[in-house]
T-cell receptor
Framework: NAGVTQTPKFRILKIGQSMTLQCTQD?????MYWYRQDPGMGLKLIYY???????DKGEVPNGYNVSRSTTEDFPLRLELAAPSQTSVYFC??????FGQGTRLTVV | GESVGLHLPTLSVQEGDNSIINCAYS??????FIWYKQESGKGPQFIID?????DKRQGQRVTVLLNKTVKHLSLQIAATQPGDSAVYFC???????????FGRGTSLIVHP
C-alpha cells in the first residue's frame, strides 16, 4: 500500500508553459482532492472528485484543469503557467491521506 | 464570510509540557472536524477527528475538544516532545460534505 503518490516532487516552469501534476492512490478511495499551499498559509482547494468521471471546482480553480478517468488517478493540469501559480501542490484522498507535495516555481 | 481560523499563529512550549492549540469555526452547519500535523517539507498528516455529536475524543497523547456552543475546537497534546514540532491545522467539513476546509495553521515549537 503506497497511499497517495505525487510526481514530480519539484518543478520549475517558465511563464506560459504547461505541465501535468500526477497523483495516484491505491486505496480505492472515491474522494480525491487537489490543494495548493502558499508560504505560511493553509491549504486552498483547487478541484475535487467524488469518483471516476466526476470532478468539480473548489475555491481556486482558475488556471487549472483536472480529469478522473479512473479511481486511482487524478491528474492536475496547468495550461499556461503564471507566477501566481508558484506554490506547493498537494493531492489527497478521503481528506485523510495526503501526498508529499509538488513544489512548483513559475519564472 | 464563514471560515475556519486559528487564534495563535505560533506556540512555544518546553518539552514535557502539555500543549493546547485552538481553532474557531463560524459555520454552525459544520459537522465533522479534523486536526492535521504538517512537518516541514511534508504533506499534512491526519492526527484525529471528531464529529459534531461528540464533545471529546482521545487518541494517543492527543485529545480533541469540541464546543459547539461557541464554535471552538482545541487540540491538546500531552507531554509534548520535540518531534511534535510542526504546523497544526484544523479543518471543517460542512454537513453532507466530505471536503475539508482548512484554517491558516499554528506553528508549535517544542524546546528541549
Amino acid at each position: 500500500n503506497a497511499g497517495v503518490t505525487q510526481t514530480p516532487k519539484f518543478r520549475i516552469l517558465k511563464i506560459g508553459q504547461s505541465m501535468t501534476l500526477q497523483c495516484t492512490q491505491d486505496m480505492n478511495h472515491n474522494y480525491m482532492y487537489w490543494y495548493r499551499q502558499d508560504p505560511g498559509m493553509g491549504l486552498k482547494l483547487i478541484y475535487y472528485s467524488v469518483g471516476a468521471g466526476i470532478t468539480d471546482k473548489g475555491e481556486v480553480p482558475n488556471g487549472y484543469n483536472v480529469s478522473r478517468s479512473t479511481t486511482e488517478d487524478f491528474p492536475l493540469r496547468l495550461e499556461l503557467a503564471a507566477p501566481s501559480q508558484t506554490s506547493v501542490y498537494f493531492c489527497a484522498s478521503t481528506g485523510a491521506f495526503f501526498g508529499q507535495g509538488t513544489r512548483l516555481t513559475v519564472v | 464570510g464563514e471560515s475556519v481560523g486559528l487564534h495563535l499563529p505560533t506556540l512555544s512550549v518546553q518539552e514535557g509540557d502539555n500543549s493546547i492549540i485552538n481553532c474557531a469555526y463560524s459555520n454552525s452547519a459544520s459537522d465533522y472536524f479534523i486536526w492535521y500535523k504538517q512537518e516541514s517539507g511534508k504533506g499534512p498528516q491526519f492526527i484525529i477527528d471528531i464529529r459534531s455529536n461528540m464533545d471529546k475524543r482521545q487518541g494517543q497523547r492527543v485529545t480533541v475538544l469540541l464546543n459547539k456552543t461557541v464554535k471552538h475546537l482545541s487540540l491538546q497534546i500531552a507531554a509534548t516532545q520535540p518531534g511534535d514540532s510542526a504546523v497544526y491545522f484544523c479543518a471543517e467539513n460542512r454537513e453532507g460534505s466530505y471536503i475539508p476546509t482548512f484554517g491558516r495553521g499554528t506553528s508549535l515549537i517544542v524546546h528541549p
